[in-house]
């Protein structure tokens, strides 16, 4: 068996205090082959995201796990971002300067309210399709 983790953070996003090398070390500790961190990442200012990665430290982050856990730890740069189809340019632009191994398109918000917000009060047909309709334009 070869387990993966491709959904993480460390303090690179916004929304986590952790240190990629103790998370290295707790990933090694349970048995994971390769992890891909995925921080967040928004060029829109109205996201809470917006303006808290520094890519620098994000690398370098990145290049110091692989060196320390090379034998034990497969390590990805990822980066996830929040409704990439809204605002497709500035993401191109904002992310062609990094080579990353790995891109999560993620649906926070739809029609810019809080997903969790906007599933609140709807049927589960009604959500869900809201849901997935964004979705699809997120892949398409
Ligand atoms: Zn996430």
């Avoid at 200012?45 to 034990?72: E, L, N, R, V």
């Avoid at 918000?109 to 959500?127: G, Q, S």
């Amino acid at each position: 068996m070869y387990w993966i983790d491709y959904h993480h953070h460390t303090n690179n996003s916004f929304d986590s205090k952790a240190v990629m090398d103790e998370v290295c070390a707790k990933a090694v500790e349970k048995g994971i082959d390769e992890i891909c961190f995925t921080e967040h990442f928004s060029v829109n200012p109205k996201a809470p995201t917006y303006g808290h990665m520094d890519f620098k430290k994000y690398i370098s982050d990145i290049q110091h796990a692989k060196s320390k856990w090379q034998d034990k730890l497969n390590i990805k740069m990822g980066i996830e971002l929040c409704e990439p189809h809204l605002m497709k340019d500035e993401y191109k632009e904002a992310l062609n300067v990094v080579e990353f191994d790995f891109i999560l398109g993620s649906i926070h918000n739809i029609k810019e309210e809080k997903l969790r917000h906007y599933l609140f009060d709807k049927e589960n047909h009604t959500a869900y399709l809201g849901y997935f309709e964004e979705v699809l334009k997120l892949i398409t």
